[in-house]
């Protein structure tokens, strides 16, 4: 599938510029459907992009919130996805979405993956925007190089849905949903910032194993074209 390169000047202006096509998005999607879904990434790169989408006027009530990926800690942790959207995308005007978590208090996070699967399949699929990030190692969301599910997670064959990571670079036991379910979003955004970051764009985006870069799936292989987000 196709991808395009959008560069900003900073992340400021990346914030803004992807808020408004986000928003334009989700509207578009209440308009058509009457509600529309977002799943979002975690990490450290999308605070400014979350309160900058956070003050948009959009009829927030009819917009469910899911994340693309998530570790197995409770929401009180700082390494929980859950916490850093609670705290950055649903304030302001974004406070009346509704939220759909991965992490469950279970016992196990298998227990926690099946959980989240039926939870998230009452979300409206596809995604009408999906925003990946993408690790120095060429992850995204918790497809990670040397997981212990990736090629499951990656192959067109395994239905959307959640499905647990564990991975040498990943830290805890990932949720993350599958490559089906987050392919065919019908915005699908990788935002990226900074020069290493594009450094291994460029190296995803020559020849190599998806494997070892697993972002590669996405731009090789995404059956929506992805729109790629980058300010150094
Ligand atoms: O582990 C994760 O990392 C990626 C990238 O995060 P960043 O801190 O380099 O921006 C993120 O997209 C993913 O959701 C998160 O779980």
Do not use: C
Request: no cysteine; glycine share 8%.
């Amino acid at each position: 599938m196709s991808t395009t390169f959008n560069a900003f000047a900073s992340g400021a202006e990346l914030a803004e510029a992807l808020a408004e096509r986000v928003a334009a998005a989700l509207s578009a999607g209440i308009t058509a459907r009457g509600g529309a879904s977002l799943a979002v990434s975690g990490g450290s790169t999308p605070k400014a992009f979350f309160a900058t989408l956070s003050k948009h006027d959009i009829d927030w009530p009819k917009v469910t919130v899911t994340l693309v990926d998530e570790r197995f800690v409770s929401p009180d942790s700082d390494r929980s996805n859950h916490r850093l959207v609670a705290e950055n995308l649903l304030q302001n005007n974004a406070a009346a979405a509704h939220f759909v978590p991965l992490y469950h208090p279970a016992e196990d996070v298998e227990i926690a993956a099946a959980e989240a699967s039926i939870e998230t399949a009452a979300i409206g699929q596809p995604f009408d925007v999906a925003i990946l990030g993408m690790g120095g190692d060429g992850h995204t969301a918790s497809f990670f190089p040397g997981g212990s599910r990736l090629s499951e997670a990656l192959s067109p064959d395994t239905p959307r849905g959640v499905i647990t990571m564990t991975a040498e670079g990943a830290g805890e036991p990932r949720l993350t949903f599958t490559f089906s379910a987050l392919s065919d979003a019908r915005l699908l955004v990788l935002h990226i910032e900074g020069d290493s970051k594009k450094a291994v764009l460029e190296k995803a985006q020559a020849e190599g194993d998806e494997t070892d870069m697993p972002i590669r799936a996405v731009l090789r292989r995404a059956a929506s074209p992805v729109e790629i987000y980058w300010a150094p």
